[in-house]
T-cell receptor, first 110, second 113 residues
Framework: GEDVEQSLFLSVREGDSSVINCTYT??????LYWYKQEPGAGLQLLTY???NMDMKQDQRLTVLLNKKDKHLSLRIADTQTGDSAIYFC??????????WGAGTKLIIKP | DAGVIQSPRHEVTEMGQEVTLRCKPI?????LFWYRQTMMRGLELLIY????????DSGMPEDRFSAKMPNASFSTLKIQPSEPRDSAVYFC???????????FGDGTRLSIL
């Protein structure tokens, strides 16, 4: 079946850039998403990219999409303590169903 | 702008009791989703409504679970009777339409003793 894979943890120093990676298998996906979940909270839509794009930038966030390798990344510039959270990658499997990664926990070291 | 609103935020109840979770989607959104999140299984889609009609309920675990959407601004997820293995965080999400980004509520943390 279709699958989305992410590393479970990423540790970075405050002020450095964080790069969270994701691989997916469904080549027919039209959108790929990044969601952020802070402790005790819901999933916040951070950004998304259409499959015919290869890059999208939004302030400190940069999304890169390599469709050939089915690889998606989220770069957070100047990582702050408020960026500590779990980051989920998701692809749309159909016009309503999303396939979710297990989430990457971003740990910020002072 | 108000986001997706869920209630209650926390629910603790004894096994065998009926549990009702509530959701108000974002105004103007015509797609609504119920998810369950656990450490073991991650995020699971339970049911999807489009224009108040259930389109896909294949993720509903068993007959103890039921969901309704009587109008465009309200949905419920009911568990009767509840069991300890139903303990999880239940999320409601809505979107403008099919294929559009989903926006999540803050969830209901359910504990069945």
């Amino acid at each position: 079946g279709e699958d989305v894979e992410q590393s479970l943890f990423l540790s970075v120093r405050e002020g450095d850039s964080s790069v969270i990676n994701c691989t997916y298998t469904d080549s027919s996906s039209t959108y790929l998403y990044w969601y952020k979940q802070e402790p005790g909270a819901g999933l916040q839509l951070l950004t998304y990219i259409f499959s015919n794009m290869d890059m999208k930038q939004d302030q400190r966030l940069t999304v890169l999409l390599n469709k050939k390798d089915k690889h998606l990344s989220l770069r957070i510039a100047d990582t702050q303590t408020g960026d500590s959270a779990i980051y989920f990658c998701a692809e749309n499997h159909s016009n309503y169903q999303l396939i979710w990664g297990a989430g990457t926990k971003l740990i910020i070291k002072p | 702008d108000a986001g997706v609103i869920q209630s209650p935020r926390h629910e603790v109840t004894e096994m065998g009791q009926e549990v009702t979770l509530r959701c108000k989607p974002i105004s103007g959104h015509n797609s609504l989703f119920w998810y369950r999140q656990t450490m073991m299984r991650g995020l699971e889609l339970l049911i999807y409504f489009n224009n108040n009609v259930p389109i896909d309920d294949s993720g509903m675990p068993e007959d103890r679970f039921s969901a309704k959407m009587p109008n465009a601004s309200f949905s419920t997820l009911k568990i009767q009777p509840s069991e300890p293995r139903d303990s999880a965080v239940y999320f409601c999400a809505s979107s403008l339409g099919q294929g559009q980004p989903q926006h999540f509520g803050d969830g209901t943390r359910l504990s069945i003793l």
